[in-house]
């Protein structure tokens, strides 16, 4: 859709350096997870692993929020996986959104979760909780991880074990992918725990990695800041204990402008 033709349908004035794109499909998860596919600009690039700025048409300064984009950067379409907040500002109203209905998006994306902030390795760590895996499951899409690292390892912690149903469906939709299937087969490592119910790991993701845990399950060395990189992505407090646990380890963190063996993502959505 172009910006002209919604100018023209949506209620409000669209914002400046706005693209307005239809939801094309929604699918929930449980209470408080869903996520969403809408139409992608013609002209939008982006990274896999950045996040742009979403927002709805429905008021005369919309509310915009940074989101993940969970599509890798070859795809045709942008998916996004959300939280549902009853009184949140945006999820209030985004988590009730369905096909054709509009939703706003900055043009300009941005982000640390990108192979660029990172340097050269050869086994790449998502550490993620919650939505937070939204970023990875763009990477984990995109054959140019694969390029870069010999070994991509998935780890992520939610409460409950419905919480764990995107990252699955992600994983297994990779390995079945026919672009990025063959390069994911034996080098993607899918790692789960929970911490609010019974669960084979009913653990935090720190406490799998400082006990040792995720690396003898998964036959891998303990972290090396020589070969692994790692990628983290959650709440406020998982990322300053996996910054912590990646410092520990001897690790420097990077970013876009100097490259490092961890980087963390500071984006969150209400």
Known sequence: MSLDSAQTTAPFPIPANTFVETVTEVEHYTDRLFRFRMTRPASFRFRSGEFVMIGLPNAEKPVLRAYSIASPSWDEELEFYSIKVADGPLTEHLQKIKPGDQVLMRKKPTGTLVTDALLPGKRLYMFSTGTGVAPFASL?????????????VLLHGCRESAELAYGTQIVTQTLEDPLVGECAAGRLHHYTCVTREDHPRRMRIT??????????????????????????CGSMEMLKDCRTLCEEAGMQEGSNSAPGVFVVERAFVD
């Open 140 to 152: 984990m899409r995109d054959p140019e991880t694969y390029e870069k690292f010999d070994t991509v």
């Open 207 to 232: 406490e799998a990695v400082t006990s040792g845990r995720i690396f003898e399950d998964l036959g891998l060395p303990p972290l090396d800041p020589e070969v692994d990189r790692v990628m983290i």
